[in-house]
């Protein structure tokens, strides 16, 4: 062997350099992922809140459709308007257009106002959309659709609730399908004022 030329055993390892690390070099990196930290926080928390404020919708939704699949029996159809005004009821923040009439009417000199306003506010919540009804009602269903609503919807919701048997059985099939589809409209899109 010829001394000049190296041997393999002379060969060495080279050191690795040190890992690079991933942790942010300045401070406006730490600036940054606080900031998307907390924003993730803020976001994740807004949306459960609003999970939670539309539990009442899920609910009602699932309640519109097994009355659906049982449209042809008149229990069905007359559980329509009540399940409406639980909706409308269960809503956060709901203002009826005529909530303020019934402040306005306790506030009247005269004894017939008084009783009228008393004896209504006792059975119902003020400024409850339950008092509310015809011209009111489809106001307030109105003001809270994102989509235009039939112009008699409130009178086909007093028609199921009130109509006898014999009218409920005639209505047109198309006819039923149509209310179903209407109410599950604004269930599924009413606007809430947060």
């Known amino acids: 062997m010829n001394p000049a030329i190296p041997s393999i055993d002379q060969l060495k390892e080279m050191a690795l350099p040190a890992p690079v690390s991933y942790a942010p070099q300045t401070w406006g990196w730490w600036a940054l992922l606080a900031l998307l930290i907390v924003t993730l926080v803020v976001l994740g928390a807004r949306r459960y809140w609003q999970w939670r404020r539309d539990r009442y919708r899920r609910e009602a939704l699932m309640r519109l459709e097994e009355l659906q699949q049982r449209s042809n029996d008149l229990s069905a159809l007359r559980e329509l308007p009540e399940l409406l005004k639980r909706v409308a009821i269960s809503m956060p923040n709901a203002k009826p257009v005529g909530a303020g009439l019934l402040a306005k009417a306790s506030c ?10 008393s004896s209504r506010a006792s059975s119902l919540p003020q400024g409850s959309p339950a008092a509310l009804g015809n011209e009111d009602w489809q106001a307030f269903l109105q003001r809270h659709s994102k989509q235009p609503l039939p112009a008699d919807f409130s009178q086909q919701l007093s028609l199921l609730a009130y109509a006898p048997d014999a009218t409920l059985r005639a209505m047109p099939t198309e006819q039923r399908l149509q209310l179903f589809s209407a109410c599950k409209t604004w269930v599924e899109r009413h606007h809430v004022a947060a």
Do not use: C, F, V
Not at 108 to 117: D, K, V
């Open 108 to 117: 009247q000199s005269t004894s017939i106002l008084n009783a009228m306003a």
